[in-house]
């Protein structure tokens, strides 16, 4: 059974650990054979490294990295909820980009493109998904970019 946690570290990258918190709302739900997950920021482990917007405080670059962190997030979750087999992985369905921007900044994309690009790095053609790339005024905690995923399993 091939791991989801080591196609992510043949690709350079490991896992952050994750936890479900004391909250009304769960990180990530299975209904029927879709894979719901919660929006995950831009965090390793509780730091958040990239606050602020684009077009502002923050350059294109570091928000495909922020995205980059999200999709890890979104990876650790799957993982959680696969009890990290991804052979269970039918494919990745959809991704929900915001990336905190300013009204002048037009790159929304091109930063969720960090996390497009490394979902599929990790799962190839299953890893290929319909995308929305948002800009907003603002994020929680002023993190630069929040991801949700779904994801359908076998």
């Not at 990258?13 to 004391?22: E, F, I, N, T």
Request: aromatic letters at 6%; one cysteine or more; proline letters at 4%.
């Amino acid at each position: 059974m091939p791991q989801i946690s080591a196609l992510v570290e043949a690709r350079g990258h490991r896992l952050p650990q994750v936890k479900q918190g004391a909250t009304s709302f769960l990180l990530y739900r299975m209904v029927g054979s879709v894979l719901h997950i919660s929006g995950q920021i831009a965090q390793w482990e509780g730091s958040r490294p990239h606050l602020g917007r684009l077009g502002a405080e923050i350059a294109t670059p570091d928000g495909i990295k922020a995205a980059e962190l999200c999709a890890l997030n979104i990876l650790a979750w799957l993982s959680q909820a696969t009890k990290d087999d991804a052979d269970r992985v039918d494919c990745c369905l959809r991704l929900g980009g915001f990336v905190a921007s300013t009204p002048e900044f037009t790159e929304q994309s091109q930063v969720i493109s960090g996390a497009s690009n490394l979902i599929v790095d990790v799962f190839g053609e299953r890893g290929r998904h319909t995308r929305t790339a948002v800009g907003v005024a603002s994020l929680p905690f002023g993190v630069a970019v929040e991801i949700d995923a779904q994801f359908v399993l076998r």
